[in-house]
């Protein structure tokens, strides 16, 4: 039997995180090993119990979720639940390193999936989410430093980025490219790494910052 998600949840409210609690639990791949009602708190839980996936409210006392987000970077990863679908708190989280983002009304079936998603080392934003991120992402001119850094790609990854930048999955990617699906997944580890990124979406993030990938261009090489 496969080793359990590990899953720490954070929430200021005892019964938010009481129904999380609940619904995680009766999953048999996953074990809420920690809670937390702060950031400050969270923090103090990551460090003892090693979670493999965050659920992170923003809007907390003594420390909020972003910031919380954004001192845990590297050391687990964070999913955000929040009542609010503001596009500050989107950009801010994905910003601070967020693997996901998730409205606290989302259906249990949403909330299982995502865990399950970040935990095998992907990400997700909601369509809507990820459409209204990129349009605050290009409101302005190409960031020049960003740019500069795909000097630091070979063509094939900065093709990859590029697709992955434009809502392809794996499978998309190597059939437009003509290539085998890991083939695909190690062009884009490369590029993670040579971008110094954690995840996908910190790849289209950074994709839309230096103006390699623009709204609309969904597929577009």
């Known amino acids: 039997m496969s080793t359990p998600i590990r899953v720490g949840i954070v929430d200021d409210q005892d019964l938010v995180r009481a129904g999380f609690r609940l619904i995680l639990e009766a999953e048999p791949d996953m074990e809420v090993v920690g809670e937390a009602g702060d950031g400050n708190a969270a923090l103090d839980m990551v460090a ?19 910031a919380a987000t954004e001192r845990l970077a590297g ?62 992402l290009t409101d302005g001119a190409p960031d020049a430093a960003a740019a500069a850094r795909l000097d630091e790609l ?8 590029r697709l992955v930048a434009a809502g392809l999955s794996n499978a998309e990617i190597a059939e ?6 890991a083939t695909v997944k190690t062009h884009l580890s490369r590029v993670l790494t040579k971008l110094q990124l954690r995840d996908r979406v910190q790849a289209v993030v950074f994709a839309y910052e230096s103006g390699l990938a623009r709204p609309g261009s969904r597929g577009q090489v």
């Not at 070979?154 to 980025?161: A, M």
């Not at 437009?176 to 699906?181: F, I, M, Q, S």
């Open 154 to 161: 070979t063509e094939r990854e900065t093709e990859v980025l």
């Open 75 to 136: 050391e687990t990863r964070v999913v955000i639940l929040t009542t609010f679908e503001r596009d500050d708190y989107i950009v801010g989280a994905v910003r601070a390193g967020a693997s996901g983002f998730l409205v606290k009304n989302a259906p249990p079936e949403e909330l299982i999936a995502a865990v399950r998603v970040v935990a095998e080392g992907d990400a997700l934003l909601s369509p809507s989410v990820t459409r209204r991120v990129l349009e605050r």
């Open 176 to 181: 437009r490219l003509h290539l085998g699906e």
């Open 48 to 66: 003892r119990h090693r979670p493999d996936v965050v659920l992170m409210d923003i809007q907390m006392p003594v420390l909020d979720g972003i």
